[in-house]
């Protein structure tokens, strides 16, 4: 049974790039969520996909986009990249109709923008 | 206002003591859920245990132990029997019914095991 996936693992963007990061969800998870995990800081949620629309999104500006495929997996997008956007970036994924504790993250993807 | 509130940046804890690290929350719901992740240094989020706001009972599994007090709002987490690999960084996390989409994080706890 495959757990969360996410590509790349590790990436460097030069101020102004767009940047695309990827997520395959837990086997039969259909909700995808992103998290943005400043080094030193707990995880901030950005938003979350179910059904291939943003179901809920935190407060981050219109620059961070995303994207819920057919299969479920999800596309973070980032454009007009900051070096404040220097960041790991979570992926979590959970069924949508199931409370309690089925959430489960991926190992994350690393963008240093210089 | 933050909902989740580590007060410990860093713990230094021998090998195979105990540690117990603190998590207070605030909500002004009844039904919520509490968690506890691992992260090592590769960025992984683990997931170590949960606790239901209804959940009578402790939650337990393996050597991670959840101490809830709900009056108090607090949710501290006990490892016992410490192991070198239990080093990583420790998150409290909390899912709210009327925000169920998402998990609102504490700023984290360093726990570093000595041999």
């Known amino acids: 049974d495959a757990g969360v996936t996410q590509s790349p693992t590790h990436l460097i963007k030069t101020r102004g790039q767009q940047v695309t990061l990827r997520c395959s969800p837990k086997s039969g998870h259909d909700t995808v969520s992103w998290y943005q995990q400043a080094l030193g800081q707990g995880p901030q949620f950005i938003f979350q996909y179910y059904e291939e629309e943003e179901r809920q999104r935190g407060n981050f500006p219109d620059r961070f986009s995303g994207h819920q495929f057919p299969n479920y997996s999800s596309e973070l997008n980032v454009n007009a990249l900051l070096l404040g956007d220097s960041a790991l970036y979570l992926c979590a994924s959970s069924l949508a109709q199931v409370s309690g504790n089925t959430i489960y993250f991926g190992e994350g993807s690393w963008l240093t923008v210089v | 206002a933050q909902k989740i509130t580590q007060t410990q940046p860093g713990m230094f804890v021998q090998e195979k003591e105990a540690v117990t690290l603190d998590c207070t929350y605030d909500?002004?719901?009844?039904?919520?859920?509490l968690f506890w992740y691992k992260q090592p240094s590769s960025g992984e989020m683990i997931f170590l245990i949960y606790q239901g706001s209804y959940d009578e009972q402790n939650a337990t599994e393996g050597r991670y132990s959840l101490n809830f007090q709900k009056a108090r709002k607090s949710a501290n987490l006990v490892i016992s029997a410490s192991q070198l690999g239990d080093s990583a960084m420790y998150f409290c996390?909390?899912?709210?019914?009327?925000?169920?989409?998402?998990?609102?994080f504490g700023a984290g706890t360093t726990v570093t095991v000595r041999a």
């Open positions: 996390a909390m899912r709210e019914p009327y925000n169920d989409y998402k998990l609102s």
């Open positions: 909500t002004s719901d009844q039904s919520y859920g």
